[in-house]
């Protein structure tokens, strides 16, 4: 009798054991089904045809990877919120822009046009210089899911777009001198110079202890000349005109001053700064030859759009372009 227990205790403990080694097999297989759905999922989403363009097409990815481009380009105008907030608003016409860009690439290879692969590096460069050092600039690209690569195909395409608009349209607007005196002549009361802050900004550099110094010698009315050789510190000059040409922490302090009056420190990034307001020039009308190239410029963009949107419009009647749901 103690035999038969025992082994039917044997048969038992054998029979757990199996059931334990089956059912981590079967647990194994579900997550690793789960894990391969996720992947599919995102593989398939990421594939996901958008739009159509003749005989092109537009994926999740490529509008993943547009607004990815744009975050990257727009960082150097752009921070945080501010950034976030541009692209947001952006992303309600991006699938358009992309037919657009679409067909702006394909009519510059029915034309031959090309590009200059060193103004490609120099925007690179350009772009790169918005970054402290190399890895971080690196980093910013993995984090958007992008590469050199697809860094440097995109504005190899920009310039290609660029390029094409340039030979089609820019090079055939023309904005004669008459058109400029006759705007001027109707909107000549609307041209306003705004009023004009001319400042001194002192780097007082990063340390607290010598930046609150040098504040304290200003404020207690030793010449700026005499402060800047005995601190051997850095002077340069500004203009501001109308708000929002700079960041906030500055403005609100530049247009709070009294000429000939010193502001409190402002600490940017690493160092610490004091504005002294030197001047404040009245807002004026401007007079014909200080308008002039002002108004080209704005008669010349607005004929621009026009002529783009009219080219736009002509290519697209000519083509295949379906957006899909």
């Not at 999922?41 to 490529?62: G, S, Y």
């Not at 340039?166 to 607007?173: A, F, G, P, W």
């Not at 607290?208 to 005499?226: F, H, M, N, Q, T």
């Amino acid at each position: 009798m103690t035999k038969f227990k025992c082994q039917n205790k044997s048969k038992i403990q054998k029979s757990n054991s199996k059931t334990k080694v089956l059912s981590f097999v079967i647990c194994a297989l579900i997550l690793f089904c789960h894990l391969c759905f996720g992947i599919c999922h995102l593989v398939f989403a990421e594939d996901k045809i958008i739009a159509v363009v003749n005989n092109d097409i537009i994926t999740q990815k490529d509008l993943n990877d547009f607004i990815n481009f744009t975050r990257i380009q727009l960082r150097q105008q752009y921070s945080g919120k501010q950034l976030e907030s541009r692209i947001q608003a952006m992303k309600l016409d991006l699938i358009h822009r992309l037919i657009e860009d679409k067909l702006i690439l394909q009519e510059a290879k029915r034309l031959n046009i090309i590009t200059d692969e060193s103004r490609v590096n120099a925007r690179i460069d350009e772009i790169k210089a918005g970054y402290r050092t190399d890895l971080e600039y690196q980093n910013a690209l993995k984090h958007q899911g992008l590469v050199q690569a697809d860094l440097e195909k995109k504005i190899k395409e920009q310039f290609l777009m660029f390029n094409v608009i340039e030979y089609k349209i820019k090079s055939r607007i023309v904005v004669s001198p008459s058109e400029v005196t006759d705007f001027f002549n109707s909107h000549g009361n609307e041209l306003q110079i705004p009023e004009q802050r001319e400042l001194d900004v002192i780097n007082a550099g990063e340390d607290i202890d010598k930046a609150k110094e040098v504040y304290s010698s200003l404020k207690g009315g030793a010449s700026l000349e005499d402060i800047l050789k005995k601190y051997a510190l850095l002077v340069d000059t500004m203009s501001a005109g109308e708000r929002g040409q700079f960041r906030k922490e500055i403005e609100d302090v530049i247009y709070g001053l009294k000429p000939q009056e010193y502001s409190e420190l402002v600490k940017i990034d690493t160092n610490y700064y004091i504005f002294k307001l030197k001047s404040i020039v009245s807002s004026r009308t401007q007079n014909l030859i200080e308008a002039r190239e002002k108004i080209y410029t704005y008669l010349f963009n607005r004929r621009m759009e026009e002529e783009m949107s009219k080219w736009l419009e002509e290519l697209k009647k000519k083509s295949y372009v379906k957006i899909f749901e």
